[in-house]
T-cell receptor, first 117, second 118 residues
């Protein structure tokens, strides 16, 4: 149980285009999902916290208009990188919290490698 | 800003040896402390977690030791195997007394790259 999937696993796009990444909790309802960014050999940097049915809470320094987050259902959250540029290239990982189990445990997706040319 | 300090940054252990990774955190209460294991190109996977009401938790070869007075917790990997070679992250979810609940977000250490030689 507690499986989180992400799609796509890898995406390459041209500068200026938008990219959407999906995060799904497959066998539980996730009232809260989190989006992280990770640079090579670095720790996870929290970008935003997404609660189902409400606006995402962004961390300081993260551009809301650049990284659009939607959490329309209890099993799906999406991150859209708008007008992507090469500096947005990174490994993006989502996590989900199982509201019916421990409120603290986060389960991570496999990550999405974004490369902007 | 609340932080968790993790050490060492990298660790090399021979097969069969004990791997020890340490983390120190700031002054908070009723925390939740998970450890995550991450292989290259993959998302972190929950390895083991502890709450401050116990001082130690063991699951197979993995043990978390928690020292609340020192605000430290550590991961011990017994009989380390080459398959354990990965990056390990400690994290904690602090309790916010004014909210009466945890903050719900995790603060991560910088990670420890473990290499186990055969």
């Amino acid at each position: 149980g507690a499986v989180v999937s992400q799609h796509p696993s890898r995406v390459i796009c041209k500068s200026g285009t938008s990219v959407k990444i999906e995060c799904r909790s497959l066998d539980f309802q996730a009232t809260t999902m989190f989006w992280y960014r990770q640079f090579p050999k670095k720790s996870l940097m929290l970008m935003a916290t997404s609660n189902e049915g409400s606006k995402a809470t962004y961390e300081q320094g993260v551009e809301k208009d650049k990284f659009l987050i939607n959490h329309a259902s209890l099993t799906l959250s999406t991150l859209t990188v708008t007008s992507a540029h090469p500096e947005d290239s990174s490994f993006y990982i989502c996590s989900a919290r199982d509201g019916e189990r421990s409120t603290d445990t986060q389960y991570f997706g496999p990550g999405t490698r974004l490369t902007v040319l | 800003q609340q932080q968790v300090k993790q050490s060492p940054q990298s660790l090399i252990v021979q097969k069969g040896g004990i791997s020890i990774i340490n983390c120190a955190y700031e002054n908070t209460a009723f925390d939740y402390f998970p450890w995550y294991q991450q292989f290259p190109g993959k998302g972190p996977a929950l390895l083991i977690a502890i709450r401050p009401d116990v001082s130690e938790k063991k699951e197979g070869r993995f043990t978390i030791s928690f020292n609340k007075s020192a605000k430290q917790f550590s991961l011990h990997i017994m009989d380390s195997q080459p398959g354990d070679s990965a990056t390990y992250f400690c994290a904690y979810n602090p309790f916010a007394p004014d909210r009466g609940s945890t903050l719900g977000r995790l603060y991560f250490g910088r990670g420890t790259q473990l290499t186990v030689w055969p």
